[in-house]
């Protein structure tokens, strides 16, 4: 298997990489596709969403469902695309959705996701188990905040270019098995889970896609403690940190939402107010997104 992703393979590397960089998006404007009812895409709007996936690993729709809280807007647009193994956290609602809003009561009371805190850049599911890998990714906002809250975003395929062509040290480095722990019992979303240690980049054996587990916390988490793998981390620090045309920033408004091949994003602090309390659904998936493999967007 020839994927581009394997150090060992530069000429593939070096075909998909100058595709990759064609004609690639530089503003969030460009990510975004009007669409009506995301419950029932047409033929042309499912095409513009799968477009833009396969060329950045995200879009942003935006539909007319406004505020209407219907779980099925998000699972049937994700469906459409390809995404049908969810990810069920201990908070997620029943159906497997999580709703992501400021909650006052225990248990998620005390968690990140569920305050209108910052959260740095990270990947979903970085704790997770290699056999529970998170491919694909979706937030379908209800309602907005009524201030904050913008995401930033940055297709993780990019930050694999950018830091291999610096230096393919760095990416050796992150594909190291014990790359990135983190340890057990952190509370995170309130889970209780053994070590969780691995590479941060790796490469799906039948497929050749890229994967990417990573998160720009500082507290409870042990990098691989080799001047390779700190230079590579502070590389890719920096990179998140700086004025890269790469890095899109949007803000969800009610019956937009996102969906994507798990992308590096943070989101930025938020405020309620009491006619604007935001509410977005998220959902976590074992799949990626049909038709955005490699292999099928690059024939590689
Ligand atoms: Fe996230």
């Not at 992703?5 to 990489?17: G, T």
């Amino acid at each position: 298997m020839q994927s581009p992703f394997l150090l060992e393979n530069e000429s593939a590397y070096q075909a998909w990489r100058s595709r990759k960089l064609e004609n690639y998006p530089t503003h969030a404007a460009q990510l975004i596709v009007e669409v009506g009812d995301p419950r029932n895409l047409t033929q042309v709007e499912y095409e513009a969403i799968l477009g833009r996936c396969r060329k950045t690993n995200m879009a942003v729709y935006a539909g007319t469902t406004g505020a209407d809280p219907d779980k099925a807007i998000p699972r049937l647009l994700g469906k459409r695309l390809g995404l049908e193994r969810l990810d069920c956290n201990m908070l997620a609602d029943n159906d497997g959705l999580t709703s992501l809003k400021v909650v006052e009561s225990s248990p998620r009371q005390g968690y990140i996701p569920y305050s209108n805190k910052p959260i740095k850049w990270h990947t979903d599911g970085y704790y997770n188990t290699p056999a529970r890998q998170i491919w694909g990714l979706q937030l379908h906002c209800v309602q907005s905040s009524a201030e904050g809250g913008e995401n930033a975003l940055m297709d993780h395929e990019i930050a694999y270019l950018l830091m291999r062509d610096e230096n393919p040290d760095f990416i050796r480095a992150l594909m190291q098995p014990d790359a990135m722990t983190i340890p057990a019992r952190v509370e995170e979303e309130g889970v209780a889970r053994p070590d969780a240690t691995g590479p941060v980049f790796s490469v799906h054996p039948k497929s050749g896609d890229l994967h990417m587990r990573y998160t720009a916390r500082t507290r409870s988490i042990a990098w691989k403690q080799d001047a390779a793998t700190l230079a590579a981390v502070a590389f890719l620090e920096r990179l998140l940190g700086s004025d890269t045309p790469y890095i899109y920033r949007a803000r969800l408004e009610s019956g937009m939402g996102l969906i994507c091949n798990n992308v590096l994003h943070d989101r930025a602090g938020f405020n309620d107010s009491p006619d604007k309390k935001r509410l977005l659904y998220r959902a976590r998936y074992y799949d990626r997104i049909a038709g955005t493999g490699v292999s099928e967007v690059y024939g590689l």
